[in-house]
């Protein structure tokens, strides 16, 4: 019992002092504007797409999509058999994409965030500053690799 209630404690612990670290980042400066669907769809997503637990995931690290500010752009939660077919099928769904809302500050990210939705149900995302190499997405030029998505993104 003693040994649960340590092992307890200690997550807490650990939880608690990561948000309080995350909290003292400084937020960076609010964009005026999430990208507009119109900026998004020309430039599409990459083709190095990801695949997480049975779903995949397929953006651009990098762009400013007419807005004063870079972004990244994800679509998630592709199911998809193959990477062939998640570039696709986030393809196909940029044709239905539509801002939600935003931009809005998340404080798990450290970042701004802007919603979107498809049709087809596909959800996918805007933040900025955009992802670099150092931190949750390896990126070599728009290459994407894995990256855990915050609940607190979708719970809006």
């Known amino acids: 019992m003693k040994k649960n209630l340590l092992c307890m404690l200690s997550a807490i612990a650990v939880s608690v002092a990561s948000q309080i670290a995350v909290a003292a ?11 507009s669907v119109a900026a998004i769809k020309p430039i599409g997503v990459s083709h190095n797409t990801r695949r997480i637990a049975k779903l995949w ?3 651009r690290r990098s762009n400013a999509y007419q807005t004063a500010n870079l972004w990244t752009f994800i679509v998630v939660d592709i199911p998809a058999k193959d990477a062939v077919d998640a570039f696709q099928k986030a393809m196909f769904g940029l044709k239905t994409l539509s801002l939600q809302t935003g931009p809005f500050y998340d404080i798990q990210w ?9 049709e087809g149900g596909l959800p996918a995302f805007a933040m900025n500053p955009p992802l670099d190499s150092s931190s949750e997405l390896i990126a070599g030029n728009d290459d994407i690799s894995e990256v855990t998505i915050p609940e607190s993104l979708f719970n809006r």
């Open 57 to 59: 995931f397929a953006g």
């Open 25 to 35: 980042l400084p937020i960076p400066p609010q964009p005026n504007v999430c990208p």
């Open 110 to 118: 450290n970042r701004w965030v802007c919603l979107y939705a498809t």
